[in-house]
């Protein structure tokens, strides 16, 4: 496949008795690291726009890349050389990178058969919720797959509750909805946007609209979190990073039909 630029929307609404709610634009790209890349975007190397093994798959800054993805689905029984694999990610820019959340992803018959979102929080912690059908039937936009929170990632939320996770991705368009839940309290978070082929016109274009990348998503994070202090939001300091690498989804919800 070709280097896909996702020019995407992210939403953030807090539930609970202190709302906050927000939205702003982000740039992801989706592929499979082997396929040649816009000039404006190189792999393993320095460029206005990176992706770089070492970011991804497997412990922070000592990534292994596809490798690992490879490894964690044939572990699981998962026949990965029958599939499509996938990163769907946010590219360093310039020099700086920064994931709040990346997403592995395995497809079959173009269709979502296993996914891996791999989180990152501001205090340098990693965690990947592993998410499949225990068949590993296709996942529908409609089946919610359900994990336990294990990793402090927002300083204002407990690590506690669950993470909801709906997943869609045709050929179109990816959509991806993470709800999550501490009894009356949580937050949703989605990521939609359309599928296009990456160009140096379009990357150039996300540098010029979004200037600095992750720097800037990062920043907003930052601003949005002193808002909540502002508001007076309960403070969790810093937790203790979780002691295994990966939890996999523990109960699996379907819409009716």
């Given at each position: 496949m070709q280097m896909e630029h996702i020019q995407a929307r992210t939403l953030h609404a807090r539930r609970g008795t202190l709302k906050n709610v927000f939205s702003y634009g982000v740039d992801f790209v989706l592929t499979d690291l082997e396929e040649a890349t816009p000039r404006l975007m190189s792999r393993n190397r320095f460029n206005l726009w990176s992706l770089w093994d070492r970011h991804h798959g497997g412990a922070r800054r000592g990534g292994q890349g596809m490798a690992w993805f490879r490894e964690v689905l044939d572990s699981r029984g998962f026949q990965s050389e029958a599939a499509q694999l996938l990163l769907l990610t946010q590219p360093s820019f310039l020099w700086f990178h920064f994931n709040p959340v990346s997403f592995w992803i395995a497809l079959i018959d173009g269709t979502p058969r296993a996914f891996v979102a791999e989180v990152n929080n501001t205090f340098g912690q990693r965690h990947c919720y592993f998410c499949a059908h225990e068949d590993f039937r296709t996942i529908r936009p409609a089946d919610t797959l359900i994990a336990e929170k294990i990793m402090h990632v927002s300083p204002f939320q407990r690590v506690s509750g669950v993470y909801r996770f709906n997943f869609n991705i045709s050929e179109t368009k990816i959509d991806i909805r993470i709800s999550f839940e501490?009894?009356?309290?949580?937050?949703?978070?989605?990521?939609?946007?359309?599928?296009?082929?990456?160009?140096?016109?379009?990357?150039?274009?996300?540098?010029?609209?979004?200037?600095?990348?992750?720097?800037?998503?990062?920043?907003?994070?930052?601003?949005?979190?002193?808002?909540?202090?502002?508001?007076?939001?309960?403070?969790?300091?810093?937790?203790?990073?979780?002691?295994?690498?990966?939890?996999?989804?523990?109960?699996?919800g379907r819409a009716s039909e």
């Open positions: 501490d009894g009356d309290k949580g937050v949703l978070a989605t990521l939609s946007g359309h599928r296009r082929i990456a160009t140096d016109k379009s990357l150039m274009w996300a540098a010029a609209r979004r200037p600095f990348g992750a720097l800037r998503v990062l920043a907003l994070i930052h601003w949005q979190a002193a808002k909540l202090y502002l508001k007076r939001a309960p403070f969790l300091k810093r937790q203790p990073a979780p002691t295994k690498a990966i939890t996999v989804s523990q109960n699996l």
